[in-house]
């Protein structure tokens, strides 16, 4: 989301008392101020064999509104690998899943923004979370995890 003041003529014509009016431009701003994007840092080879790599640790609790997988490597036409967005439990191999595994797009270019199944919306604090992959891909590919995130 993007902020967008109004004009001083629009401002005026909007119905109700300063106070008010000012209270929602500032809970606009509020609101984009609360949005981020967190990606991942470290690419996921979708090639090689399974594995995980870290995305972030919630700071605060936070709803996950949009999951995205970016390739940052064009995708070869076989069969892509299985990837998932999950909270890891620490010293365990458990994973809890936010995001619904899929396979990943084939023969797609670099940049390619697959879109993610969201299927768990509360990240609370304190949750590491990773991108997981179960690897095996024949041909190339690799990507980038992209979380769109508003605090709790």
Excluded: H
Excluded at 12 to 30: D, Q, V, W
Excluded at 108 to 136: C, F, N, W
């Amino acid at each position: 989301m993007t902020y967008t003041a109004v004009t001083a003529k629009a401002f005026r014509e909007i119905k109700g008392t300063l106070s008010e009016k000012l209270n929602t431009e500032f809970a606009l701003i509020k609101a984009e101020y609360d949005t981020k994007v967190v990606c991942t840092q470290t690419p996921i080879d979708l090639s090689g064999a399974g594995g995980n790599v870290f995305a972030f640790v919630a700071d605060v609790a936070y709803t996950l509104s949009g999951a995205y997988f970016v390739f940052t490597e064009a995708s070869s036409a076989d069969a892509g690998s299985n990837i998932s967005v999950g909270k890891m439990f620490v010293g365990t191999d458990d994973v809890d899943f936010f995001v619904d595994e899929v396979a990943t797009a084939t023969s797609k270019e670099t940049g390619y923004r697959q879109a993610l199944t969201v299927l768990v919306t509360t990240i609370a604090a304190g949750d590491v979370i990773y991108l997981v992959s179960a690897g095996g891909k024949v041909g190339t590919g690799e990507g980038i995890l992209q979380l769109l995130l508003t605090r709790a």
